[in-house]
């Protein structure tokens, strides 16, 4: 059987604050397999962005286990987990972070730059990837002049261009309108039937839970539900 793009074992993060503690994320056990489409759930503060980051390598749990692609990242040394990262882990933020001095195709490329990988593979495949994203024609703009939701979608290139095991998306859709939004859930949808990239979303968007195939509910750090959905 393939190796789970995640798996988290009693994993805990926890946050000291003068005297206080806070366990942003409490003992979460989790699998995410290959190919899904799975969405976080929960009020802010839930812990959401936390799992997300543990998964994601950007901060090492306090406590437990976070595995990537079959890899045990909680541990790994900075150097190469920053080289893991760069090439097993996509991400699409809420405020697209495109670099505003690169064109739309710069930024797409731009993990694949650091990757190694060689000009006209690159090309070719943010070429295709904006074909099918329908932003051709839209290679050689700067950020500040495209809006909002061709940003996001660059942004969502840039994260699969390089075929990471998995791109985590926090709260992608927030600072769209609900059709910019739809859209964008649609093009990742495509992204993931057709190419099998694996998802998974932090959000409080209804939208992006009623699309997504699966929804784990978060509380208070810890899972409250998680289940499949149709
Ligand atoms: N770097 C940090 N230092 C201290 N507390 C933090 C830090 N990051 C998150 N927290 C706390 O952890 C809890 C979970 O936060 P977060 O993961 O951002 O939740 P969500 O993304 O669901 O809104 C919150 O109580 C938050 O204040
Ligand atoms: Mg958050």
């Known amino acids: 059987m393939a190796e789970p793009a995640v798996r988290t074992e009693e994993v805990w993060k926890t946050f000291r ?8 994320v409490q003992d979460i056990s989790l699998e995410i397999g290959q190919g899904e489409f799975t969405a976080l759930a929960g009020p802010s503060g839930s812990g959401k962005t936390t799992l997300l ?3 994601g390598g950007l901060t090492r749990p306090t406590r437990g286990m976070v595995q990537v692609a079959g890899e045990d990242i909680g541990n790994m040394k900075a150097r190469r987990l920053a080289r893991f990262r760069l090439h097993n882990v996509g991400f699409v933020f809420q405020a697209y972070n495109l670099l505003p001095v690169l064109t739309a195709l710069e930024n797409a490329e731009f993990p694949m730059l ?6 006209a593979e690159r090309q070719s495949r943010v070429r295709s990837l904006f074909e099918q994203t329908g932003l051709s024609g839209l290679e050689d703009r700067l950020p500040g002049r ?8 660059i942004a969502v290139i840039r994260a699969v261009a390089g075929q990471p095991a998995l791109v ?33 979303f932090a959000t409080h968007d209804t ?24």
């Open 17 to 24: 604050q003068a005297s206080e503690e806070i366990h942003a």
């Open 53 to 55: 980051n543990l998964i």
């Open 114 to 119: 650091l990757q190694g990988v060689g000009t």
């Open 146 to 153: 495209l809006s909002g939701g061709q940003q996001q979608r």
């Open 168 to 200: 985590l998306a926090d709260e992608p859709t927030a600072n769209l309108d609900s059709t910019t939004s739809n859209s964008l859930l649609c093009l990742m949808d495509e992204l993931n039937r057709d190419l099998g990239v694996t998802f998974l």
């Open 207 to 230: 939208n992006v839970m009623n699309r997504s195939r699966r929804l784990i509910q978060m509380v208070d750090g810890a899972i409250e539900c998680d289940r499949a959905q149709p």
